[in-house]
């Protein structure tokens, strides 16, 4: 019985269900979990629970996953939200700064 994450991560790799080269995340621990539920030598009720575990850690992996996206491409629109505004605030400011000068000229000229 491990004691320790590191004990279990050695056990893990001595039954071939962690590869050592992979690293440790939520895809190395679903592919422990399933390849550990089709050893032969467990109780049916066992496997199945493993199974679910498994599913259900590869469904919080898809939740994850698509908020990291979703976080993403919010950031993205955010930063060529505020790129734009201040292009436009720009080119807003000139096109005054151009129509007061054609004033001006226009009132000194009158």
Known sequence: MPCNTNEAISLLEEEGALNPKEGLNTSSLVDALVHLSTQGN???????AIQAVALILNQLKLARTREDITSLIEGRVNALMDSMTKEA?????????????QVKATAEEA
């Not at 467990?42 to 199945?48: D, G, N, R, Y």
């Open 42 to 48: 467990m109780l049916v009720p066992a496997q199945t």
């Open 89 to 101: 605030t720009a080119a807003m400011k000139v096109a005054a700064d151009t129509v007061a000068a």
